[in-house]
């Protein structure tokens, strides 16, 4: 257990495997839920749009912005709290 007030860091490689299996979810995780939404609902959007054939690249886009956003977002908050990642 954690004692209160102890600050725990995020990790950047939780961050990545977890936009892996589900966009955006690493950067939910690392404490950027707007960004992290975002990437989900536009994902999820390319998916429908796979139906015409236009969506194939923003499903592979997205799902590889979710990675690198949940790396970055894990990584800026432990720098904005002082650890190292």
Do not use: C, E
């Not at 004692?3 to 950027?32: D, E």
């Not at 690249?57 to 990584?75: E, H, I, K, R, T």
């Amino acid at each position: 257990m954690v004692p209160p007030g102890t600050i725990v860091p995020k990790s950047p490689g939780v961050a990545v495997l977890a936009s892996f299996f589900l966009p955006g979810l690493g950067s939910m995780i690392s404490g950027n839920g707007g960004i992290g939404a975002l990437i989900l609902v536009l994902y999820m959007a390319s998916w429908v749009l796979t139906l015409v054939l236009v969506g194939f690249l923003g499903v592979f886009g997205f799902w590889v912005w979710g990675m690198v956003q949940g790396y970055s977002d894990a990584v800026a908050w432990n720098r904005r709290h002082g650890l190292i990642s």
